[in-house]
Antibody, heavy 119, light 106 residues
Framework: QVQLQESGPGLVKPSETLSLTCTVS??????????WSWIRQPPGKGLEWIGY???????NYNPSLKSRVTISVGTSNNQFSLRLNSVTTADTAVYYC???????????WGQGTLVTVSS | DIQMTQSPSSVSASVGDRVTITCRAS??????LAWYQQKPGKAPKLLIY???SLQSGAPARFSGSGSGTDFTLTISNLQPEDFAIYYC?????????FGQGTKVEI
């Protein structure tokens, strides 16, 4: 049973870089046929797809964030990461990592981690 | 971006009721449409993918239909644990986009 867990700082200052890691238990980011995604949800609001990295290492990002976002595989094949540069208070959200078996639908999600952008 | 519009924004229902939620895409998404359920403080849970395929483990009282621009999620025989927010999401065109959510409440 694959499980995902987000980790990283819960507080980031404006203009700095938000960095989160998703650890995959019971699986590998580089095996199987999956998209590994990041999705966020501002407090009390809806969901926004940030982007994904595929099992072969290709990436796709939301154009609204493309200039600031990087998704990469971690040093171990059971982790993938999100970096979001030059954050503002508008980037305050619960950040989720998720797995998509190439169906365009996320079937496994992490529990989510709240990141607050504040000085 | 493809805009996903759900209706209604909220619906009041009772246990045992049949509830229908509609999702309309601003342009055709074929069958690349998923439905999720989200409860307070929890991650979304996949219910339906490919517009009408029931995700493994999701109760059979959930069903999805539609293609192109108009989609429906139906919950038959509403149960207490079904009170939540429901989101549709298209995966036909990048960026993948979600509807604004429909709250099913008592």
């Amino acid at each position: 049973q694959v499980q995902l867990q987000e980790s990283g700082p819960g507080l980031v200052k404006p203009s700095e870089t938000l960095s989160l890691t998703c650890t995959v238990s019971g699986g590998s980011v580089t095996s199987g046929s999956y998209y590994w995604s990041w999705i966020r949800q501002p407090p009390g609001k809806g969901l926004e797809w940030i982007g994904y990295i595929s099992y072969i290492g290709s990436t796709n990002y939301n154009p609204s964030l493309k200039s600031r976002v990087t998704i990469s595989v971690g040093t171990s094949n059971n982790q993938f990461s999100l970096r979001l540069n030059s954050v503002t208070t508008a980037d305050t959200a619960v950040y989720y990592c998720a797995r998509d078996p190439l169906e365009g639908a996320a079937d496994v999600w992490g529990q989510g981690t709240l990141v607050t952008v504040s000085s | 971006d493809i805009q996903m519009t759900q209706s209604p924004s909220s619906v009041s229902a009772s246990v045992g009721d049949r509830v229908t939620i509609t999702c309309r895409a601003s342009q055709g998404v074929s069958s690349w449409l998923a439905w999720y359920q989200q409860k307070p403080g929890k991650a979304p849970k996949l219910l339906i993918y490919g517009a009408s395929s029931l995700q493994s483990g999701a109760p059979a009282r959930f069903s999805g239909s539609g293609s192109g621009t108009d989609f429906t999620l139906t919950i038959s025989n509403l149960q207490p644990e079904d009170f939540a927010i429901y989101y549709c999401q298209q995966a036909h065109t990048f960026p993948w986009t979600f509807g604004q959510g429909t709250k099913v409440e008592i």
